[in-house]
Every structure is written in structure tokens, then in C-alpha cells.
């Protein structure tokens, strides 16, 4: 069965600093991976996505995420963090058995100080 | 374009009551589904339906019936209402698979949620 997990709970970083934010993956043959972002008592808004060819993915609000398939990863990156960056982050795979329904990660909590 | 209009962004209920979680949207999209957000464990999938008159099961379907007499509207009713069921809900819609090749990979859409409390 396919599954992503998100290993933090909550990731702070001070603002201007990178921020990396993990996920992996397990999946049955090539994965199509996507990250959305939740801002307060909002619902999900699509980040990115990679479905295949480069393993370095660009998406909104400057946001970038890279596909590492021999460690399973789909880790996002931004190269220098906002406070309005701070949110709950998702990651999610596409189930291919399952009419291809996305399974979502638990979520990490971002929190951008000044 | 409204996107994923849901209603209403609050409600409490007593254990055993019913009710009908409104969700619509106006972007021809042939993809709707239903998930429930509970802290800790993201987002869960209820229902989802592939186009008018199809729908079928998610991951957490118990206490839970959809229908889809249109390609716009996508109603979540709860049989009867239990603690348990208290949670965000989420609808999201996106093209159909069927549609393009591409559109397998089309993000979804949300609406802003529900918050149901569950007594």
C-alpha cells in the first residue's frame, strides 16, 4: 500500500534562514508525490508536485522540493523562509490502486519567527 | 469563480442527529471527494465520486453516505451523529483521470472546511 509520512510534527526556523521541511514516501512503482499547505481555519492549497524527469520541483510562493528516489524522499525546501511561510504543511501520494485517491501525510506544523 | 463552496463552516450536534454537509463547485470538475482532518493524523478520505450518478467508499466510510445527481454538487450526510464524528471536513474536487492523461495529476481544490462538534 502506498503511504508518505512526515517525521516532525513542527519545524521552526528563525526568518531569512532555509527551511527544509521532510517527507518519504512508500510506494509501488514510480511515484507521483505533491505537497499542499494549510493556513489557519483555511482549507489545502496546492504547492507542487512530481510526477517525473527532474528531481528538483519548483512550485508556488517560491517553494521547491526535491525527489530523492533512492532514500524514498520528497523533502521541501525554500531558500529563505518568511513569517507569513508559517502554516501546517502536507505531504501526499497518489494511491495508484485506489482510483488514484491522494493519501495524505500527518502534516508538519511550520513556524517562521521574525 | 467561487471554487469549492462549503457549507456551513460550523455546526454542533447531539449524538444521534443527522445532517447534511453541503459541498459545491463551479469549475466542471468531474472528481469530487470528502475527507476528515483529526489533529495527529491529517487528512482521512470518507467518499469520493469520479463523475454524476458514481461514487464510492474511502478510507473512514462508516456513519457516512454521499450522492452525486450533478457534476456541481457532492452532500456528506451523517446518519446518525456520534462523538466520534466530531472533526474538520474538507471537500476537494479536481479534473477526472478520465478527462485528459493529464488530468491524473491535477491538483485538488478545497473549500474552507466544517467544523462539526459532535455532543
Known amino acids: 500500500a502506498q503511504s508518505v509520512a512526515q517525521p516532525e510534527d513542527q519545524v521552526n526556523v528563525a526568518e531569512g534562514n532555509p527551511l527544509t521541511v521532510k517527507c518519504t514516501y512508500s510506494v509501488s512503482g514510480n511515484p507521483y508525490l505533491f505537497w499542499y499547505v494549510q493556513y489557519p481555519n483555511r482549507g489545502l492549497q496546492f504547492l507542487l508536485k512530481y510526477i517525473t524527469g527532474d528531481n528538483l520541483v519548483k512550485g508556488s510562493y517560491g517553494f521547491e522540493a526535491e525527489f530523492n528516489k533512492s532514500q524514498t524522499s520528497f523533502h521541501l525546501k525554500k531558500p529563505s523562509a518568511l513569517v507569513s511561510d508559517s502554516a501546517l504543511y502536507f505531504c501526499?501520494?497518489?494511491?495508484?490502486?485506489?482510483?488514484?485517491?491522494?493519501?495524505f501525510g500527518k502534516g508538519t506544523k511550520l513556524s517562521v519567527k521574525p | 469563480n467561487a471554487g469549492v463552496t462549503q457549507t456551513p463552516k460550523f455546526q454542533v450536534l447531539k449524538t444521534g442527529q443527522s445532517m447534511t454537509l453541503q459541498c459545491a463547485q463551479d469549475?466542471?470538475?468531474?472528481?469530487m471527494s470528502w475527507y476528515r482532518q483529526d489533529p495527529g493524523m491529517g487528512l482521512r478520505l470518507i467518499h469520493y465520486?469520479?463523475?454524476?450518478?458514481?461514487?464510492d467508499q474511502g478510507e473512514v466510510p462508516n456513519g457516512y453516505n454521499v450522492s452525486r445527481s450533478t457534476t456541481e454538487d457532492f452532500p456528506l450526510r451523517l446518519l446518525s451523529a456520534a462523538p466520534s464524528q466530531t472533526s474538520v471536513y474538507f471537500c476537494?474536487?479536481?479534473?477526472?483521470?478520465?478527462?485528459?492523461?493529464?488530468?491524473?495529476?491535477?491538483?485538488?481544490?478545497f473549500g474552507n472546511g466544517t467544523r462539526l462538534t459532535v455532543t
Open positions: 501526499a501520494v497518489r494511491d495508484r490502486g485506489s482510483q488514484g485517491n491522494l493519501i
Open positions: 469549475m466542471n470538475h468531474e472528481y
Open positions: 476537494a474536487s479536481s479534473y477526472d483521470r478520465r478527462q485528459a492523461r493529464d488530468s491524473y495529476n491535477s491538483p485538488l481544490h
Open positions: 465520486s469520479v463523475g454524476a450518478g458514481i461514487t
